[in-house]
């Protein structure tokens, strides 16, 4: 067994100093755009920024409207802005590396929002930073609704790069440092993953809490970090459906990428080896007072992940667990497993505080072990705010 605590003292002070920080700014008048527009406090739609309430979730599916009541008019932009401190490695929770501790400005990002006219409605999110390092556009897609205002089945289109339909956000929405390792899991040289939004158009019919919800993808076949080709189109499928207290989403993803290839005279030719694969989820969420309870299984198949054509199965999911403890302070853990060419076991959990009405510090422990046995411990805080 390995275990690192490297300078646990560190990671103490940069929390105090960060609680410090949070109370100066506690008396800011500035917050993010919907709650200016529409005249109500953060708390409204967040328990703690990001953190959704049912309203916020409701009033996110309607299109940023709230019906009969007229929005003030303001500029629809905020800026969220996210510091991190890791104590091994770098604090970016997507390329922990090296031994050391390490405090950075981990994501700076623009939130561009709003409603156009009775039925549209678009979202842009440009990272300016991501990770410590120049950011990218992540989401950026406008939306159609074609039904009436209370129909009993809502349909609406949606154009441009957005997150892929999952049970939860994997990224904008999560509370905890540490990303979803199913959904962040690549398959030998595939380097597709859920983590990563994609291009194309999404029809979205039903309303969960009535009936059976569906959200139909087709999206250009490509995973612009990686540097391969775009290999036709990809599609997703995802169910969900209301259940009182629980919500149940199943969900399926398609596509071919090239893997192989070689270079000659500094011109990349690609050809050979094609991998046609597929990934299946089962997502399962339960909510009750002040309690959630998260769960994914997702299992993947690939016709040949490497460039000899070899075939893999991957699988994985996490389990998570989310407690209000008082109208400020919140504690999560969660599970993660993955197994593909090698096994992956983390637990998390941590405490987050709101701070102010639009900042959070959240504290984390993750533990992970890998193939080898080996486990590794690492201490982290974030600190959150938008205006």
Known sequence: MYLRFTNPS?????????????????????????????????????TTVPHL??????FLASGYRMRGVKPKAVFPAAVRVEINYASAGAADPDTIQGPLPKTIVNEVQLLLGGSVGSRG?????????????????????????????????????????????????????????????????TAGSNPFTFFQPKM????????????????????????????????????????????????????????????????????????????RFWRNGLGVDWRRDSTEIDADYQIGNDSAADVYGDSLVTSGGFLQARQVLTDRTFAIARWDATSGPTLSRSVTAGLGYRLARNMRLTLFETGQRDSSGTLLHIISSSLLFAY
């Open 10 to 46: 560190r990671f103490f002070i940069v929390a105090a100093a960060f609680a410090a920080f949070g109370s100066m700014c506690g008396t800011a008048s500035a917050i993010p755009v919907f709650a200016h527009r529409y005249g109500f406090k953060c708390q409204a739609c967040h």
């Open 53 to 58: 309430t049912s309203f916020g979730e409701i």
């Open 121 to 185: 409605s678009y979202w842009v999110e440009p990272y300016f930073i991501s990770g410590g390092f120049p950011g990218v556009m992540r989401d950026a897609w406008y939306a159609q609704r074609l039904s009436d205002d209370g129909a009993a089945t809502p349909v609406t289109v949606r154009v441009g790069q957005f997150t892929l339909p999952l049970p939860l956000d994997p990224e904008t929405f999560r509370e905890t440092i540490t990303p979803y390792g199913v959904w962040s899991q």
């Open 200 to 275: 194309g158009a999404q029809v979205d019919v039903g309303d969960p809490s009535r009936q059976l919800a569906a959200t139909v993808s087709l999206m250009k076949g490509s995973d612009p970090q990686s540097g391969l080709p775009a290999e036709g189109a990809d599609s997703m499928i995802s169910i969900e459906r209301d259940l009182g207290d629980f919500a149940l989403t199943a969900y399926r993803y398609d596509g071919n990428r090239l893997l192989a290839g070689f270079a000659f005279n500094n011109t990349q030719f690609f050809q050979g080896v094609g991998d």
